[in-house]
């Protein structure tokens, strides 16, 4: 098994393993280690994706979620891709609050603009121009604080994970 993970940077940690076990018996692990009468993720097997939540007294806002998908390939390996981030509830508000200010600079850039050449006070349209990245970097900082927030229950998921998966 080797484990391929994508940069620190990223607000979404990914990773990527091979296993030459099938899939079924691969979900098998999963179902038969998250049934355990001991075990407190709550969790959802579809086909081949899993999502493993943290335990319901240990959730905050910012706790992480693992969405794993395990697909069959021709070869008769298989592989595993997992991928830790905030609840889906979350993720689409902190995207809505993105694209909404990357619109609204959009429109204070065109605002500005037309100000500018109608020889008009542009001073609130540049100072927006201004003001939304520093907007955008904020969140940025924000996302991040938030993952180190969960960063221990994200760790907790992953061993909780590569325990699974050694069985």
Aim: hydrophobic share 40%; proline share 4%.
């Amino acid at each position: 098994m080797s484990e391929q993970k994508n940069s620190p940077i990223f607000l979404r940690p990914r990773f990527k393993m091979d296993f030459s076990e099938s899939q079924q018996e691969l979900l098998k692990k999963f179902k038969d280690n998250l049934n355990v009468g001991n075990c407190n993720y709550c969790s959802q097997i579809v086909d081949g994706h899993i999502t493993i939540d943290v335990p319901k007294e240990d959730n905050h806002f910012w706790s992480p979620q693992l969405s794993i998908e395990i697909e069959q390939e021709n070869d008769g390996k298989t592989i595993v891709k997992g991928l830790f981030g905030p609840k889906p509830q979350v993720w689409t508000l902190f995207m809505f609050v993105h694209f909404a200010a990357a619109c609204s600079f959009i429109g204070f850039c065109v605002m500005a603009y037309v100000q500018w050449t109608l020889k008009s006070n542009y001073s609130f349209a540049l100072s927006m121009v201004i003001g939304l990245p520093i907007l955008w970097f904020v969140l940025y900082f924000i996302g991040t604080l938030g993952k180190k927030k969960g960063h221990t229950q994200m760790e907790e998921l992953h061993k909780f994970m590569m325990k699974t998966l050694d069985k």
